[in-house]
């Protein structure tokens, strides 16, 4: 059709040049209509050069999808200990909403000592859980009666729907995050809402709607600028999907192309379903809300599904303009938008008279700032991420839109963020340390496991910066004695608790041809008998430094590894004091075996990864290796347990109930640059770091410092006092612990002795390896060996002991 | 599966895997008759010849006779949730059905809401045998050993865990010592009966 005309003006034109004088006006005309045929065919195919465009985009893989990172779902059971206050609490920021019918998942009814909840349905790991409603009663900040509501098959637990955490996204990039929704999930109101606001000729139009430009022309002209933009939801979808910013007229042109191109191939349910995914809906710092499905958990912590008629009224109106509507930063502005919005749906007849009334006078629902936001947790997800790598390439970790299930407990992190940051700013006050000058690392674990609970790398909550926690390699001072004593007291012929250490000064001549010369905190020796347990209980350097060299460093280094710690340290004298450079991740592995009775776990913050359908890919499996023999292990915790009753850890019963067994160490590293204590309870293992990033000396120590801090954490995490009851291997005696320095020990101690009394109520239980209980001690005797025997008793005289054959 | 035919011939039969002719029985559910000290007496516990390496001497105290009046509990029931007795169950059914993945994931769950509770270790053990995990399966059997504290009757099955894990590995003498160890434990757990 373009062709023929062609041929016939030019024919006519050569005709003309015999008589060119003829009439110039036709010669232009026809010039012109040249012009418009070769436009025409121009025009036709870049409208096929862009429709195979618009296809590969709309039909390929349209968008990558960033892996999704979930708190640990929550096991809802008879007996766990769990208060309804915090329960629902935790409800809350899941996005569950009290509502008395109890219709829609995601609600709770809560009444006298019960509270009924119906729970989401969720895709886990292990399968496709169907949403039920169950009833809880409470007693005593506990839940005493679990049974299901509904006529689902029985139940005993059940997991409440893991938190959201956060989404691994390329690091470069514009950060894309989305979670893909099907138009069948959205509720009937959103899009339909979003069509009365944005586009009410969406069902009917071609792409552009002639009115609806007109109009916005109409309001352009009169303000004498561009006002309006009279984009139809397809013309939108198309600038978001294929085109820049640019706001040129040939721009405007492509995209008005584009979208009837688009209205040609596709349904308007397509249409609307990729727009709705594709839609841009706020930033959560580098990271860009897409798509309803995200913005729903991001901005209401809860699924599509459940959204409330004002819900979906302010996602329709943040898309108007997502920075300038941000319902956080600007929840006045949002709020008005939203009213609007919502009168819109009112009189378009989307939403009955009550519940417009209703949704007008809600709140905006939208959390605090950072609320479920990746933000959160920072130091976690760097922590997943690390603990993947090697599993997975990062393409399929940013791409693929993975389903990552981990072992963060969302309400501990909380607490631990909250002790940490008020910890520290308590420190800077009473030690005159100018605000801000300190920082910090926390870790707690569940000690059987190893699934690390909370993760904090800094004291700013949902500050994405340097990773104390895994990153900081730090001096770890006294924190290492307890090693020390292990590698000792796996040899019980020569070491027990009450061994009588040297802690008379030392001077070592090193290869190097330095001196090292250990020095206590006191700067005074304590003699040189003092008993073992007590010589750690104190933390003296000296008692520490000599047994260390006695045992051997090399044995310590051995001790270390075989606990976890996975580097080689220089074997030097001054390691036995802990000049080796640790991350509090690392000293927590190491602890984490000592509280799990001396069976190494590796930590783990993944307990499975399945793909966006849910499909297993892997799961974290439990496994287990002793590496510390069990009695030599309690022997270990009960001196770490005297360090908190009568050595440097005391201060943690400022805080912590009396009668709560905890064990720990407490650790500082010259001129006071590092603060640590790592300790642990039945069921949680908690490690505190504070220090200065620049490492300048801040006079800390692990008792001023790190201690009150982990105290602090520990009272809050419904940490279990420990246990203790001794192995097999080990037998115990009541002592009297009377050893203090300076005392004479022969004279005193031994004027008192009284041993057959029964008259010691004082005495406490004091734990040997049962063949290797010192020769001649009995019940109510002291803790002073030295005026009475100088070593162990060996039962196994004719053999080696089982002991040195194991650890030759 | 070669396991489940395996495992019957373990001599006191305890095991989830034997699931060949009947239901089987599980550790601790329904424990077989103590067996008869054998003709000679056994060695007195405590001092038994050179112990292998990585075997603690048990300094074992037979039970006095105040201790059969309130035995130690044999069965998960005794000690165990309302919550993990239904995952022990479920898990159960997967083990018997081979599916030891899931009834590990189960009792792995199990173990986050009981980490202390010494049943589940030894079960979770023996689905490491089926997983063929026998260096598993006996570090859960030792560390179920470690929870269970003076339990004869854990203690037995769980030395017969670990006799089987040894006799996978092709450990003939640690199986042996194994044995031993069990053998000991039944003996002990003969005076509750």
């Known amino acids: 059709m373009a062709k023929k005309p062609r041929k ?67 096991d809802l059971y008879a007996g766990l200990e769990l208060s309804r206050e915090a329960l629902i609490q935790r409800l809350q920021r899941q996005g569950y909403r009290p509502d008395d019918s109890l219709t829609s998942t995601g609600t709770y009814r809560s009444s006298g000592n019960t509270l009924d909840i119906h729970v989401r349905a969720f895709s886990y790991w292990d399968g496709e859980r169907p949403a039920r409603k169950i009833r809880l009663t409470f007693a005593a900040g506990s839940i005493t009666e679990f049974k299901a509501m509904d006529n689902g098959e029985d139940l005993s637990l059940i997991r409440l729907d893991p938190l959201l955490i956060g989404s691994i996204y390329p690091t470069t990039g514009a950060g894309e995050d989305r979670i893909l929704v099907q138009l069948d999930e959205v509720p009937d109101m959103l899009p339909a809402g979003l069509i009365a606001v944005e586009d009410k000729s969406f069902m009917s139009h071609w792409g552009i709607s002639i009115s609806g430009i007109a109009r916005a022309a109409l309001a352009d002209l009169k303000a004498g600028r561009i006002v309006q933009g009279g984009s139809t939801i397809t013309q939108q ?122 949704a007008k006078a809600s709140d905006l629902d939208v959390g605090s700032r950072g609320q479920a936001t990746t933000a959160r947790y920072p130091a976690f997800i760097d922590l997943v991420k690390h603990q993947l790598r090697g599993q997975y390439d990062q393409a399929d970790l940013t791409e693929e839109g993975l389903r990552i299930f981990t072992t963060l407990d969302p309400s501990l992190q909380a607490i631990v963020q909250r002790q940490l940051s008020s910890g520290l700013d308590a420190v800077e006050e009473a030690r005159g340390i100018e605000a801000g000058k300190l920082e910090g690392a926390a870790v707690v674990t569940s000690v059987e496991g190893g699934h690390v609970l909370a993760f904090v790398g800094g004291r700013k909550a949902g500050y994405a910066g340097f990773n104390r926690a895994l990153d900081a390699r730090r001096l770890i001072g006294s924190t290492i004695k ?73 044995n310590i280094i051995d001790t270390l590894q075989r606990l976890g710690y996975p580097e080689q340290p220089l074997a030097v004298p001054s390691v036995s004091l802990g000049a080796v450079n640790m991350s509090p991740f690392q000293v927590t592995q190491l602890y984490n075996t000592i509280a799990a009775d001396g069976y190494y776990t590796p930590l783990t913050s993944i307990n499975a990864v399945t793909t966006a359908e849910g499909e297993p890919l892997s799961r974290h499996q439990l496994s287990l290796k002793q590496v510390v023999d069990s009695g030599t292990n309690f022997i270990l ?55 200065n990033d620049q490492n300048e000396p801040m006079n800390l120590t692990g008792a001023t410092a790190a201690l009150p801090i982990w105290a602090r954490i520990i009272k809050n995490i419904d940490a279990r006092s420990l246990m203790p009851q001794p192995p097999e291997n080990v037998a115990t005696l009541p002592l009297r612990l009377i050893y203090a320095p300076g005392r004479v020990a022969y004279g005193d101690a031994g004027a008192q002795q009284m041993r057959y009394s029964r008259e010691c109520d004082d005495a406490i239980l004091v734990p040997f390896i049962a063949s290797h209980v010192p020769n001649g001690l009995g019940r109510c005797d002291s803790d002073i060996l030295s005026w009475r025997s100088s070593g162990p008793r060996d039962d196994n005289n004719d053999e080696p002991g089982w002991f040195e054959r194991l650890f030759r | ?63 006095t006779s105040a201790k059969p009046s309130e035995p130690p509990p044999r069965s998960p029931k005794e000690v165990s949730s309302s919550a993990v007795m239904s995952l022990i169950d479920s898990a159960d059914k997967f083990a018997r059905e081979g599916e030891w993945d899931r009834a590990a994931a189960l009792l792995e769950r199990a173990l986050n809401i009981e980490p202390r509770n010494p049943f589940l270790y030894q079960r979770l053990a023996a689905v490491r045998l089926g997983q063929k995990q026998p260096q598993q399966a006996e570090a859960l059997a030792g560390k179920s050993n470690s929870l269970a504290r003076r339990n004869p009757f854990i203690r037995g099955d769980n030395w017969e865990l670990i006799a089987e894990a040894r006799r996978l590995s092709g450990n003939a003498s640690g199986q042996k010592k194994a044995m031993d160890k069990a053998e000991q434990y039944r003996l002990q757990s003969a005076a509750y009966q």
């Open chain 2, 1 to 63: 599966m070669h396991l489940r035919m395996l495992l019957p011939t373990l001599a006191v039969g305890m095991l989830v895997l034997s699931g060949c002719s009947q239901m089987p029985s599980l550790p601790g559910q329904q424990l077989p008759p103590p067996a008869k000290p054998k003709a000679e007496e056994p060695e007195p516990i405590g001092k038994t010849s050179p112990l292998p390496p990585a075997e603690q001497p048990e300094i074992t105290r037979p039970p």
């Open chain 1, 237 to 358: 979808l198309v600038k978001n999907f294929y085109l820049d910013n640019e706001r040129t007229l040939a721009r405007k042109a492509k995209e008005a192309l584009m979208a009837i191109l688009l209205e040609l191939h596709y349904s308007k349910a397509a249409i609307m379903e990729t727009y709705l995914n594709e839609v841009y809906l706020g930033q959560d710092g580098s990271r860009a809300i897409h798509g309803i499905g995200l913005a729903s958990y991001f901005y209401f912590r809860k699924p599509l599904s459940e959204l409330q008629p004002s819900n979906i009224a302010l996602l329709v109106a943040i898309i108007k303009g997502p920075s300038y509507y941000n319902p956080r930063r600007y929840p006045e502005r949002a709020r008005q938008r939203r009213n609007l919005v919502l009168d819109i749906f009112y009189e378009e007849g989307l939403i009955g008279e009550q519940a417009w009334r209703e």
């Open chain 1, 637 to 691: 915790t009960w001196i770490m347990r005297r360090i908190m009753h009568q050595g440097t850890g005391t201060g943690a019963y400022n805080v912590l109930p009396a009668d709560m067994e905890v064990a720990g160490k407490t650790g500082t590293s010259d001129g006071g640059r590092d603060a640590w204590f790592a300790g642990f309870t039945d069921n949680r293992v908690a490690v505190v770091w504070t220090g």
């Open chain 1, 482 to 554: 307890p090693f020390v004593y292990l590698a000792a007291l796996e040899q019980p012929r020569k070491y027990n608790v009450l061994t009588p250490l040297d802690d008379s000064p030392l001077s070592v001549q090193l290869r190097n041809g330095d001196v090292w010369q250990p020095r206590n905190f006191s700067r005074r020796s304590h003699g040189t008998a003092v008993p073992l347990y007590y010589a750690l209980a104190k933390s003296y350097n000296i008692a520490t430094a000599r047994l260390a060299l006695d045992v051997g460093i090399p």
């Open chain 1, 8 to 74: 016939r003006p030019q024919a006519r034109k050569r005709k003309k040049t015999v008589k060119p004088r003829g009439n110039w006006f036709r010669r232009l005309f026809a010039y012109l209509f040249l012009l418009a045929c070769v436009g025409c065919v121009a025009l036709a195919g870049y409208a096929i050069y862009l429709d195979g465009e618009i296809r590969a985009r709309f039909e390929g893989a349209r968008w990558t999808l960033p892996a999704k990172v979930y708190a640990k779902p929550q």
